[in-house]
């Protein structure tokens, strides 16, 4: 009697988190490239000769291959290979906090749709990953000198798929451009949707919005068009970044349903205590 | 259907006909590595075995709460320990300038067993794990940073999973401990003793290439 092939796929996968089942095994959450966000079970991954072991840890970039029955809600993990491990021999902790953020910030901000079942051509959670895969890169790379503006790239990216992207190519509410709005009048507003002058932000309109500086404006600007050459080391000092990184935060607060502030970024407080 | 452990079965003694032997395979079931099968053989080996083979229960739950009322954490390292602290911490044939940061105290067992090691031991009792909401506050850092200040450590040796979690937690403390004069240094990764390249994972095999020694 002939067996008939268990359906299965591979895909180019993100691995967001692991819950270890029983003794030896994994149940892992990945973001797949062409099937959605996917769950899967390792089995007996935490044996020490498992070959599935390399393939379930989180942000590691994965060529994974899993059972793909509908009706199940947990798939098996039968194999693969690791594309990328951002946490390499070389890695700091920013680049382990802002991993990890990221993974949080994926796994709990979730695109709807998606997935290869979906007859519209614009597939969120292939973009999703797309993100992902680029942030991956840039971090496993090592050539990136400020890790925060990365992840501050992925933010903002996380925000155009979700349909966000901040306006900062004028007044959003009279479309002066900013190069005709006085420095000391621009404002950056989560409710107004981006960049909003002195004349237009007089009222209660943009009681949520903070002032925007130049320097984080020419930011925005050059993550709008996607000019941001990673590699190169811009000057980005601490009040910048503070500034660049409270901008999104309040952004990504106001529009992403489920967002807040990603608990791994918590680590990079840790300070020398000079009394011990 | 009665099924066992469908909790209709309880009542009735599930397979078993008796309702005290499926409470004490359950009981047996919650343990670490016991499935239902190994936790019903053992419950039957202490109930039904023969006098000459069985472990009298009696001894089994004197020997339990013996352990659960002297077994304790070393008030300075965290590892298990009769007596507090614990001989580890007080043997003066030990090293007191290195100090080994374990996750856990069953990470102290390998290292004594092996018996090559003669410094001293810090457990954190767990890795910082954000996903999982284990945050720095969670774990014993500013109690690290007085023992290493006390005890006036040379050389602090992370011991810590290969993982995402063990990653972060020594880079962690390798932010915490920047600019003392000490040296920090990390467990080798790559091709365990007795462990064939074929079956090698590639990010395994990567750090063994990468950390590979002159020969």
Known sequence: MGVLPQPSASSESLVLRIWPCG???????????DHGYVKVIAKAARRPNSRLRALV?????????????PSRELQYLRGGSVEKDPLGPGSTLEDSAFLQGALELVDRCRPHGGGSDD?????????LF??????????????????????????????????????????TACGLPPAEVSELTMWFSPAEGGLICGDCSRGDGVS???PLSLDALQIFESMAERQLDLADDIPFERPLRREIGAHLHNFLGYHLPGYRLPAALELLRARKDPNR | ?????????????????????????????????LGRKSATRLALH???????????????????????????????CGAITEPDPCRVCTSERRDTSLICIVATPIDVLPFEKAGFYRGRYFVLGGLLSPLDGVRAQDLPFGK????????????????????VEGETTALYIQRLLEGRNLELTRLATGIPVGGALAYTDEVTLQRAFQFRRTF
């Open chain 1, 23 to 33: 003794e030896t095994s994994v149940i892992a959450s990945l973001l797949t490239q």
């Open chain 1, 57 to 69: 840890e989180p942000g590691r970039l994965v060529s994974a291959e899993f059972s793909l029955d």
């Open chain 1, 119 to 127: 007859q519209d051509d614009h597939d969120p959670t292939a973009e």
């Open chain 1, 130 to 171: 797309a993100i992902c895969d680029a942030f991956i890169r840039v971090l496993s790379s090592r050539s990136c000198p400020h890790p925060d503006l990365a992840f501050f790239v992925f933010e903002w990216e996380l925000l155009v798929s979700h349909g966000m992207a901040p306006e900062v190519a004028g007044c």
């Open chain 1, 208 to 210: 949520s919005g903070k």
């Open chain 2, 1 to 33: 259907m009665n099924r066992p452990g469908n909790g209709k079965d309880l009542n009735e003694g599930g397979e078993f006909q008796s309702p005290s032997l499926e409470r004490l395979v359950r009981s047996l079931n919650r343990l670490p590595g």
């Open chain 2, 46 to 76: 202490l109930v039904a075995g023969s006098e000459r083979t069985t472990v009298p229960a009696e001894e089994l739950v004197a020997a339990i709460g013996e352990a659960r009322d002297k077994v304790t954490n070393c008030e300075r």
């Open chain 2, 144 to 163: 690290l940073q007085d023992r290493i200040a006390e005890d006036e450590i040379k050389e602090v040796i992370i011991a810590l999973d290969a993982s």
